[in-house]
């Protein structure tokens, strides 16, 4: 998906009064600025990670206007130290859990991903449908998707920071490899038409699904946000969420 389709269907989705209005906000302004760095790297042939610093002014004027006290805080320890910001940045890449805060690892992400999606967009990739790893740079899915295919709905996965998709088995948990369809229950709610919480028992994870053939207009990453109360429900249930979205992080 494109970057102006994402922000569209937040903007379309945040006109509604709803409790997630205010973070499908704060996902406008930084897929606006995501998609700034995006257009700057599109044309060129390679960028070492260390060139996204040069978007380290942009990134703080984003920050202002967010309003994050954690954020404007780990903003202004980083400050202009290019090795540590480039410390950072490949701590997130090589997906390091010894980043020091979650709004430090909110930062990278903000630089990384639209990086990421320039990288692996230009890969051509393969992977074996039962491969709980992003195939083009090894992160952990972030979603299920489920789409038209055949007459019948083909389940793939969203990568969390690439967004690189790949096709995977209907009946099989992307954590534990659970197999029994028994042991893998589906939950949904009327009110979202277009998601649906995949847990597995065995596990106690869930991935949250957007079924496009459900609602055609949906766009994972944004709806993954305007379904919320799926997440909700599905962790006072006991199960937990391997991959949050990011924007849904505490940052303190």
Partial sequence: MSWDQKISRAQALSKNESPVREVLGVFIKVANFQKNISQQLNGSE?????SLLRFLPELKTLVNNLGSAPLQTA???LADDWER????LLQYWEQDSEISSPADAFLAFLLL???AQHVTGRMKVSSDSASPKCPACGNPPQLSVLRDFNNAAQRSLICSLC???WEFRRVLCPYCGEKNKDKLPIFSAEEFLQARVEACDTCKSYIKCIDLTRDGRAIPQVDDLA?????LWAQEQGYGRRQPNMFLLPSE
Avoid: C, G, K
């Avoid at 910001?85 to 950072?88: E, G, I, Q």
């Fill in 163 to 165: 967004s690189t998709e």
């Fill in 85 to 88: 910001w480039s410390n950072l």
């Fill in 46 to 50: 390679h960028h070492d990670i260390r």
């Fill in 227 to 231: 379904t919320f109360a799926l997440d």
């Fill in 75 to 77: 903003m202004a320890s």
């Fill in 113 to 115: 991903q639209p990086y």
